[in-house]
Nanobody
Framework: VQLQASGGGLVQAGGSLKLSCSAS??????????MGWYRQAPGKQRELVAT???????NYADSVKGRFTISRDNAKNTVYLQMHALNAEDTAVYYC???????????WGQGTQVTVSS
């Protein structure tokens, strides 16, 4: 399984960005249990941002609730992260993840940089 993330960049505080992550390889939409996003800021541990299960259950970090929305296009095996009202604390490398149904192993994407300027 390969995960290709895109959509990162430089944005001013208060702005918006939309990240995308597409899964490819030996994968089908029905075999995907969870897709989501983590992030890692400089000098900090990697943290969960948002996840979305195949049953449409979402989980968000408290720091992004009300500002970020996770969604998924099952036909494209793609997960999105719409980010609004960005602030400097959102600056990080964002990684997409995927977990297959019935498996505990988590696949990680290569990361995409999001930089919010104040």
């Amino acid at each position: 399984v390969q995960l290709q993330a895109s959509g990162g960049g430089l944005v001013q505080a208060g702005g918006s960005l939309k990240l995308s992550c597409s899964a490819s390889g030996s994968i089908s939409s029905t075999s995907i249990n969870v897709m989501g996003w983590y992030r890692q800021a400089p000098g900090k541990q990697r943290e969960l941002v948002a996840t979305l299960t195949s049953g449409s259950v979402t989980n968000y970090a408290d720091s992004v609730k009300g500002r970020f929305t996770i969604s998924r296009d099952n036909a494209k095996n793609t997960v999105y992260l719409q980010m609004h009202a960005l602030n400097a604390e959102d600056t990080a490398v964002y990684y997409c993840i995927l977990r297959r149904t019935g498996r505990s192993y988590i696949h990680w994407g290569q990361g995409t940089q999001v930089t919010v300027s104040s």
